[in-house]
């Protein structure tokens, strides 16, 4: 099995975590720490240092773009798979362009977050 | 199962990169100019006469061509050549990731078989008050959406049984959930269902039993439409469109809100109704 990989689940809704944490943590990862919003999410971020933040885009308070923003300022090599039900070219475009490292659409398949995590771990800038 | 733009689809699958799919979004743009910056291009119109198309098409449902011409910006002819163009250097998303050897050309046919089935429509039969609807594009796409995600509810098979051009009422101790959608313009669309179905779509949806821990079910179903929304936003293709968080309402029974216009269908699941409303200025 790969190393196991520290995971920052940041999703407003409670069912998305519980299905992001049970499918996470059957490949054999690891959820640091949840979030429900962006502000919670860099508060987090800060403390946990996760390799990896599963991101999602609409959020009531502080939503998903603006969350990306923030944690790439404070981290340029920040590894973020943004987790959206929104799937148009121009979301999947504007979020990779602003630093995320995967995209993934819900609902989740387990095949798509398998790849999501195998493509980071794979690229050179990633760092533990 | 969502709808999903191919490049998404194949990126989740591992069979294209992050930088691939950018590279190939970015000619893709580049193949298919929007008829603004075609009409710029060819001297019909300057770019400050297309911004004020542009706003003015985010106020009405036209396309671009056909308010250029009610507005005496271009004359059929010209808005025809473009069109003509336009179709000249389109290119498929395919055709790029191909020119551009991202994919063999077998696994690409393999995967636009599965992506096709996919995408492939339900058999809706769909009302004439729905097909005359300003949003019909919008309705229809959410309703297959609906469909689609319903499928991973074992034992309802979703029909629309009723199509009133009307308010929604919510019976007594059933929930509102709604989301609005811009398509640029606001769309409010939710459900009114009973906690009996909703229990049952949230244990399905998680995977547990939840049927006792109300605030978790109710943010499962919330979810759930999220999901059905986002996906129905991808499907209609549109890139100004945004979504804003689901809500759960509770008080309201006569459900009009700040909205002047309402569709209401009953959905129609074996004892388990329920409603869906369209709300729009």
Sequence with gaps: ?128 | MANKFLGQFLLEKGLLSTKQLLHAIELQKEANPPLGQLAIREGFINEPTAVVINMAQQRSDQRFGDLAISMGHMTEQQVSLLFHAQKECRKLFGEILLEQRYIEQEVLTLQLASHAELKQVSMLNIDTTIKNHRYSNQITDILEAIIKNFTRIPKIQLKVAQVNPQKAVRPYGHFIISQTMHVPNPIKVGWIMSPKLMKKIANEFLGIDVSHQQPVYVDAVSEFLNIILGNALVSNGEEQTRLDPPIVELEKDDYQGLYTQALTLTMSAPQQDFTLFFIHD
């Design chain 1, 1 to 128: 099995m790969e190393t196991a990989l520290r995971i920052l689940v940041v999703d407003d809704s409670l069912s998305m975590r519980i299905i992001a944490t049970t499918l996470v943590t059957s490949l054999g990862h690891e959820v640091v720490g949840d979030a429900e919003d962006g502000k919670v999410a860099l508060k987090k971020y800060r403390e946990l240092s996760p390799d990896i933040v599963m991101l999602d885009l609409v959020m009531p308070r502080f939503e998903g773009k603006k969350t990306l923003k923030k944690i790439i300022e404070i981290d340029p090599h920040a590894n973020i798979i943004i987790c959206s039900s929104l799937g148009s070219m121009g979301d999947i475009e504007f979020c990779l362009r602003e630093g995320a490292k995967f995209y993934l659409q819900k609902p989740y398949e387990i095949e798509g977050i398998r790849n999501a995590l195998s493509s980071i771990t794979s690229l050179s800038t990633f760092q533990k």
